[in-house]
C-alpha cells in the first residue's frame, strides 16, 4: 500500500483508467464537418491572392472576410488576428479553414489550394522589442564603484513543447442561436471572452463545457480561444456542426511553446557577498505578443531567484519575430531565470575560489527582507529546513564530496527556489475577480461551481474536498462537476498555479458561510467573491510591490552518471522538497511533484526544438524527445507544512513550483561530471561533447 | 474492400474495410472503442495500446488486415477482468493516473509485461513501459504500482 496523508481517490480516476472518460474526440460526432486549418508557408510577406478550387457540394472556405465583428483572438494583449488578414507574419499562420465532411478529401483540396505572397525579408534575430520592461533595488551605482569581484555571463534556453498527450482538439455546434463548445482546454471563461469578443455576440450566445481533458500545462490556456475564434467565425457562416481535431505533427509545429530566452547578469562581490546583479532578459515572443508580456515579468521577478541580492539594476525585453509565437507552460517565465540565475551564482562562487553550495545558502532570502521588486517577504521561509531535508534523503553531502574528484563522471547538484502563486500583483482582485457560487439543495447535497479544469491536477477532487471538510459532512455529499460556463460563475483560469491559493480558499470561505446560515432541508445559496491580503500592494506599470499573494517554496536534488564516450547523461536519482503550505490531499501533491519534475529534467537535458528559417525542425515525437519511463529514476519528495493565512487549510500553490528547480540542479550535478560550465539548455550530447572539447572549467 | 474478421473482447467481428485501414481507427471509429486513444500516430506514445494474441501493439502502426483472425482486447474489455481491477487498484493506491489520456494504453502494456513477467525488476518495467509516454506523472506512481503489484506474486496472472 502507497502511505499518503489525508488523501482520496480522485473522483474522476475509475472512468479514466477504465477508458470511459470521454475525450473531445471520443465525444459523438455525427454528421460534424471536419475542419483543416490552411496556413501560411512562408514567415513573412502580403498575401496577393487566395485562390480557392472549386469546392464539391457541402465543402466550404472560411478566412478573414468572414470575421463577423473583430478580426482579432481575446488574449491579454491582444494582437494575434483569427485569420490572417492581407499579410502572414510567420510560418504556419492560419490563412483559412477548408470545412467538409471527409477528412481526406479536405487534404486533397488543401493541396489545390494556392496563396499568392510578396515575400518580405522575415526577421528573427532579437533585437525588435514590442515589450520593454525595467526596475532597481537598492543602489548598484554605488556597488559597481566598490566591490572585489565582478563577472558577466549569458545564459540561454531553448524552446519547449508542452506535450499533453492529448492533441489539441474542439467541437462546436448550434444550439438554436446558440454555439455550444467542447474543447481540450484549461480555461472555459477565456474561450468564452474570446467567441464573444470576434463575433461581437451577447455572453450569453456562447457555452463553453469541459469534457475530459489530456494534459495541457499552459499549452491550453490560451491557444483554444485561437481555435474557438476561428470556428465560431465559420459555424456564423455555414450554420453546420464542427470539429478540429490536431494530429500531433501539427500540434508540435503550429501550437504556443515556452519562451526561448537569452539572460545576461554581471554580478558583483564585495566581502565574499554577492551584493549587486545588473540583469537582462531577453525573450522570443515570436509574432505575436499575446501574453509574452506577463511572461516576461513573471521572468523578472524571479530575476534573483530565492536569493537575497540588495542592489539591482533589471531590464527585459519581449522581441517580437517572424516565429510561432509563444505563450504559457508551467512556470511561465521563471523556469528561464531561476536557471540562468542557478547557475550564475554558482559561477561566481567558483570563480571567487569558495564553495558553490555555502555561497547559495549563505545568500538565501528571509522573512522580512524585500524582494527583488521591493516588495516584502511577509511569511516565514522554511528554505533551511528544505534544504536539509532534501541533503538527508539525497546524502548530499557524502556524494557531493566524492564526485567533486576528477574523473567521477557522476555528479549531484542542488537547486532552491520560489514561485509567486496566482495572478501577478492585485491582478486576483483588479483583473480576475473570481466568484464561487455553492448551493445546497433540498436533500443536503452541496454543489460546487468552479470554472478550474482538471487536466490531470486532481483539483476537482481537491476543492470538493476544501468544501466537505469545511462543512464537516462525507465527500459524499458534495458535487464538483467540470466547469460548464452555463452552470458556473467564473472563478478564473486554471493558470498560475492560482487554483488551489486562490479557488480553494474561496471555497473555504464559502463553506464556512454555509455553514453559519444551514438550514437542513432547504435550498440554499452562498456566492463568495475573492477578496485578498489587503497588505498587498502592487504597481504594474513599474513593476514595484508585492507581486504575489504568497510564495510556495521548493528545493531538487538530482544526482547523473556521465558517460565520457558518448557524452550522454543519465540521471541517477532525483530528490525534493517542498513548502506548498499544507497539502489538501497529499499524494495529488507528490503526483504534481513528480511530474513537475519530470518535465524539467527533460527541459535540462533532452527536449531540443529548433528553428531554422522559421520552422521548427522537430516535428514528431520521433525527433522531440520527452522523458520515458527508462530515462527517469524513482523520484523522491518530501513535504515540510509552513501554513498560509490566506489559503484553505494553509494551502499554497504547487503546479509550477515543481517544474521551475528541476533543470538547474540536474545542470549543477552535470557541471561536476564534466568539470565545465554550462550556459545553456538543452545540455543534450552534442552540446556536452563542445564543453568538454573546448569549454571552460 | 475486403472482409476482415477478428476477435474484439472476445466477440467476432467480421468488416468490409480496406485492409490497409490502421487498426486504431477501426477500432475508434467503425468499432466505437474511444479508450483506444490517438497521441502521435507514429508508434512513438503508446496511447493507442491494444493486445494482439496477448501481446502489447500500437494499434496506430498495425494495419487492419494484420490482426486478421487474432484476438484484440482494448480497455473495454479488459476492464470487466480481475486482472484489471488488481492493476487498476493499484493506479489509484499510488496515483498513476493524471490526466488519463495515457492509462489505458499504459494499463495493457503493465498486463502483457506482468503475465510474462511476474516478478519484473524496476529496470525491466521502465523498459517495458518506455514506449508508453506519459507527461504528467514522471512514471514514479505508474512504476511503484506496478513494483507493487508483482510483489503480490503471480497467483493473478
Known amino acids: 500500500m502507497a502511505q499518503f496523508k489525508n488523501s482520496t481517490v480522485k473522483i474522476d480516476n475509475e472512468e479514466k483508467m477504465s477508458g470511459k472518460a470521454l475525450f473531445t474526440d471520443d465525444l459523438p460526432s455525427e454528421g460534424f464537418l471536419w475542419v483543416r486549418p490552411l496556413r501560411s508557408n512562408i514567415p513573412c510577406g502580403r498575401i496577393r491572392t487566395i485562390n480557392v478550387p472549386k469546392l464539391p457540394k457541402g465543402y466550404y472556405w472560411v478566412d478573414a472576410k468572414d470575421i463577423v465583428k473583430e478580426n482579432v483572438v481575446n488574449i491579454i494583449f491582444s494582437d494575434w488576428p483569427v485569420f490572417a488578414d492581407r499579410r502572414v507574419n510567420y510560418y504556419g499562420e492560419t490563412i483559412g479553414l477548408l470545412i467538409g465532411p471527409d477528412k481526406a478529401k479536405l487534404e486533397e483540396l488543401g493541396r489545390l489550394l494556392q496563396v499568392n505572397y510578396d515575400e518580405e525579408i522575415p526577421h528573427f534575430k532579437l533585437n525588435n522589442s514590442k515589450i520593454h520592461k525595467s526596475f532597481t533595488k537598492g543602489n548598484l551605482d554605488e556597488v559597481i564603484k566598490n566591490h572585489d569581484f565582478m563577472l558577466e555571463e549569458t545564459f540561454e534556453t531553448g524552446y519547449q513543447e508542452q506535450v499533453y498527450l492529448e492533441p489539441q482538439s474542439m467541437i462546436m455546434w448550434l444550439d438554436g442561436d446558440k454555439i455550444t463548445i467542447k474543447a481540450s482546454m484549461q480555461c472555459p471563461f477565456y474561450i468564452k471572452n474570446a467567441v464573444v469578443r470576434t463575433l461581437g455576440c451577447s455572453p450569453d450566445k456562447v457555452r463553453v463545457i469541459q469534457p475530459a481533458v489530456g494534459g495541457a500545462f499552459g499549452g491550453k490556456e490560451h491557444y483554444p480561444s485561437m481555435m474557438a475564434a476561428q470556428l465560431a467565425t465559420a459555424i456564423m457562416k455555414i450554420k453546420k456542426p464542427l470539429k478540429m481535431v490536431f494530429d500531433r505533427s501539427e500540434d508540435l509545429m503550429y501550437t504556443t511553446k515556452r519562451h526561448p530566452s537569452r539572460t545576461t547578469y554581471t554580478g558583483y562581490v564585495k566581502d565574499g557577498r554577492l551584493v549587486g546583479v545588473k540583469a537582462h532578459v531577453g525573450l522570443n515572443g515570436g509574432a505575436y505578443l499575446g501574453c509574452s508580456g506577463v511572461v516576461l515579468n513573471r521572468g523578472l521577478i524571479a530575476v534573483v531567484d530565492s536569493y537575497d541580492v540588495p542592489n539591482l539594476d533589471v531590464t527585459g525585453d519581449v522581441y517580437v519575430t517572424n516565429t510561432m509565437p509563444t505563450a504559457a507552460f508551467r512556470g511561465f517565465g521563471s523556469p528561464q531565470t531561476i536557471f540562468a540565475f542557478e547557475m550564475f551564482i554558482e559561477h561566481i562562487a567558483k570563480a571567487i575560489g569558495v564553495d558553490p553550495v555555502e555561497f547559495k545558502l549563505k545568500h538565501l532570502v528571509k522573512k522580512g527582507q524585500t524582494t527583488a521588486v521591493n516588495g516584502k517577504f511577509h511569511d516565514d521561509i522554511i528554505l533551511p529546513q528544505l534544504v536539509e531535508k532534501a541533503m538527508e534523503m539525497s546524502d548530499f553531502k557524502r556524494k557531493y564530496k566524492e564526485y567533486s574528484k576528477p574523473g567521477s563522471n557522476r555528479g549531484i547538484g542542488i537547486s532552491t527556489f520560489l514561485h509567486g502563486c496566482g495572478f501577478t500583483g492585485s491582478g486576483e482582485s483588479t483583473i480576475i475577480n473570481a466568484q464561487l457560487k455553492l448551493t445546497k439543495d433540498e436533500n443536503d447535497i452541496v454543489h460546487l461551481y468552479t470554472s478550474q479544469v482538471d487536466f490531470g491536477q486532481g483539483n476537482r477532487t481537491t476543492l470538493k474536498k476544501i468544501v466537505s471538510d469545511t462543512l464537516g459532512i462525507p465527500e459524499e455529499q458534495v458535487t464538483h462537476e467540470a466547469p460548464d460556463t452555463d452552470h458556473t460563475l467564473s472563478t478564473g483560469p486554471t493558470a498560475a498555479s492560482r487554483t488551489i491559493i486562490i479557488v480553494g480558499y474561496l471555497c473555504e470561505k464559502a463553506a464556512k458561510h454555509l455553514k453559519e446560515i444551514w438550514k437542513p432541508g432547504v435550498y440554499q445559496e452562498w456566492i463568495e467573491p475573492y477578496v485578498g491580503p489587503d497588505y498587498i500592494h502592487w504597481d504594474e506599470d513599474t513593476l514595484q510591490g508585492d507581486a504575489y499573494p504568497g510564495y510556495a517554496w521548493g528545493v531538487n536534488i538530482v544526482e547523473i552518471s556521465f558517460d565520457p564516450i558518448t557524452y550522454q547523461v543519465k540521471v541517477e536519482g532525483a530528490w525534493s522538497t517542498y513548502d506548498v503550505g499544507h497539502a489538501i490531499d497529499e499524494r495529488i501533491v507528490i503526483g504534481q511533484a513528480d511530474g513537475g519534475l519530470a518535465q524539467a529534467i527533460g527541459y535540462g537535458y533532452l527536449e531540443n526544438m529548433e528553428m531554422a528559417e522559421g520552422r521548427f525542425r522537430q516535428k514528431t515525437l520521433a525527433d522531440y524527445i520527452i522523458p520515458t519511463s527508462a530515462d527517469l529514476p524513482m523520484m523522491e519528495t518530501e513535504l515540510i507544512d509552513n501554513l498560509f493565512a490566506y489559503g484553505a487549510s494553509g494551502a499554497k500553490g504547487c503546479g509550477e513550483l515543481t517544474f521551475v528547480g528541476g533543470a538547474p540542479a540536474l545542470c549543477h550535478a552535470i557541471e561536476m561530471a564534466i568539470n565545465r560550465k554550462i550556459y545553456k539548455i538543452p545540455a543534450n550530447p552534442e552540446y556536452l561533447m563542445e564543453l568538454v572539447e573546448n569549454g571552460k572549467d | ?157
Open chain 2, 1 to 157: 474492400m475486403e472482409k476482415i474478421s477478428f476477435y474484439l473482447n472476445g466477440k467476432q467481428v467480421k468488416l468490409a474495410i480496406d485492409p490497409s485501414t490502421r487498426l486504431l481507427d477501426v477500432l475508434r471509429i467503425r468499432l466505437h472503442m474511444t479508450g483506444v486513444k490517438e497521441g502521435c500516430g507514429e508508434g512513438e506514445c503508446g496511447a493507442c495500446s491494444v493486445l494482439v494474441d496477448g501481446v502489447c501493439y500500437n494499434s496506430c502502426l498495425t494495419p487492419v488486415a494484420n490482426v486478421m483472425g487474432k484476438h484484440i482486447v482494448t480497455i473495454e474489455g479488459f476492464r470487466t477482468t480481475k486482472q484489471y481491477r488488481i492493476i487498476a487498484d493499484a493506479f489509484a493506491d499510488f496515483g498513476a493516473s493524471q490526466c488519463g489520456f495515457c492509462t489505458p494504453g499504459m494499463i495493457l502494456n503493465a498486463y502483457a509485461l506482468l503475465k510474462n513477467n511476474p516478478h519484473p525488476s524496476e529496470e525491466e518495467v521502465r523498459i517495458a513501459l518506455s514506449g508508453n509516454l506519459c507527461r504528467c506523472t514522471g512514471y514514479n506512481a505508474i512504476v511503484k504500482a506496478i513494483l507493487e503489484i508483482a510483489e503480490k506474486g503471480d497467483i493473478v496472472w
